[in-house]
């Protein structure tokens, strides 16, 4: 146990894991008690459904997600099919325009 | 009185096909399996828990809702691999979250005489004073330098096996242990020396 270690010692240290797994372990007796704790957290779990709520709870969100996913995606693709398509800057430029009353107006009263 | 040299026994190895067929018969729902596979796990969980924690009742609180999350988050288990490691991650993870949650650090003081290797206790107590000693040096060091450690000596799994517990890399693995090691040989050899 007091040799120095290789750094990259494979194997195990027998005295030093004797003497930490006292050092870490429970007290004596009290590990039945640990498990008879831990199968009755169990216990109120199912007992109470909350296990169930929980996913329940899980299931309600994930659904509500999904739905107002489908809501947005809707609407924006909806929304793009049916804006009218903007005229590419050609067609702007060489479509006949109407002229305004008022345009006309002014340009014969100026003459 | 010296600690016993036996290599290590790790309770928490199971034939594989038992264990996997435990596994099955929890995730249909037997609760008597679960009071099975807890009870053969609970040794190793509460163990890797107090090498974080220090704090017997913090450690039994943190292997408990990782025995409580993995039964929740049995699906997630892949059946082909051994459950073991996969519920030490859990372990691992449970208690490390609890020592960042926990606001004051309780550290029972230790007496100076023991610390300082003063006058040495009688018999009958030298064992747990040398229990004492080895926890407050696991304390100084970092938490995964500890659980590398002691999954490694006292629970038996290997640097690659710990490596998938911890989430970190094998070589890291090996370093860890190996100045964990350093570090409580030197304690272990002063104990020697002075008996």
């Given at each position: 146990?007091t040799?120095?270690p290789l750094?990259f010692?494979?194997r195990?240290?027998p005295?030093?894991?004797?003497?930490?797994?006292q050092a870490?372990e429970?007290?004596?007796?009290?590990?039945t008690a640990f498990?008879a704790?831990?199968?009755a957290?169990v216990?109120?779990?199912r007992g109470t459904?909350?296990?169930?709520?929980?996913?329940a709870r899980?299931?309600?969100v994930g659904?509500?997600a999904?739905?107002v996913?489908s809501?947005?995606a809707?609407y924006?693709?909806?929304r793009?099919?049916a804006a009218?398509?903007?005229?590419?800057v050609?067609?702007a430029?060489?479509?006949p325009?109407?002229?305004v009353?008022e345009?006309?107006?002014?340009?014969?009263?100026?003459? | 009185?010296?600690?016993?040299?036996q290599?290590?026994q790790?309770?928490?190895?199971?034939p594989?096909?038992?264990?996997a067929?435990?596994?099955?018969r929890?995730?249909?729902?037997?609760?008597?399996?679960?009071g099975?596979?807890a009870?053969?796990y609970a040794g190793?969980a509460?163990r890797?828990?107090?090498a974080?924690?220090?704090?017997?009742?913090d450690?039994d609180?943190?292997?408990q809702?990782?025995?409580?999350?993995?039964l929740?988050?049995?699906d997630q288990y892949?059946?082909?691999?051994?459950f073991?490691?996969?519920?030490?991650?859990?372990?691992?993870?449970a208690?490390?979250?609890?020592?960042?949650r926990?606001?004051?650090?309780?550290?029972?003081?230790l007496?100076?005489?023991?610390?300082?290797?003063?006058?040495?206790?009688?018999?009958?107590?030298e064992?747990?004073?040398l229990?004492e000693?080895?926890?407050t040096?696991?304390?100084?060091?970092?938490?995964?330098?500890?659980?590398?450690v002691v999954?490694?000596d006292?629970e038996?799994?290997?640097h690659?096996?710990i490596?998938?517990i911890?989430?970190?890399?094998?070589?890291t693995?090996?370093?860890e242990?190996?100045?964990a090691?350093?570090r409580?040989?030197?304690?272990l050899a002063?104990?020697?020396?002075?008996?």
């Open positions: 146990m040799r120095e750094p010692d494979h195990p240290d005295a030093l894991g004797a003497a930490l797994r870490l429970p007290a004596e007796g009290s590990h498990v704790r831990l199968l957290r216990d109120d779990l459904g909350s296990w169930d709520r929980v996913l899980w299931a309600r659904v509500a999904a739905v996913f809501l947005a809707g924006l693709v909806g793009a099919t009218p398509a903007r005229p590419s050609a067609e430029l060489i479509a325009r109407t002229p009353v345009v006309v107006l002014a340009s014969v009263l100026g003459n | 009185m010296k600690p016993e040299s290599p290590p790790p309770a928490a190895r199971i594989g096909q038992d264990e067929a435990l596994v099955a929890v995730r249909a729902g037997d609760r008597t399996a679960f099975v596979l009870e053969r190793v509460r890797v828990a107090r974080v924690l220090g704090d017997p009742d450690a609180d943190a292997a809702d990782a025995l409580l999350s993995a929740v988050k049995l892949d059946p082909r691999r051994p073991g490691p996969w519920l030490l991650r859990i372990v691992a993870n208690a490390t979250d609890r020592r960042r926990r606001k004051v650090r309780r550290v029972e003081p007496d100076p005489a023991l610390v300082a290797g003063g006058a040495r206790p009688d018999a009958t107590t064992q747990r004073a229990s000693r080895l926890r040096a696991l304390a100084e060091l970092s938490h995964r330098r500890r659980m590398a999954l490694f006292v038996g799994y290997s690659a096996e490596a998938a911890l989430g970190i890399p094998e070589g693995v090996r370093s242990v190996f100045h090691r350093r409580l040989r030197v304690l002063d104990w020697k020396e002075q008996e």
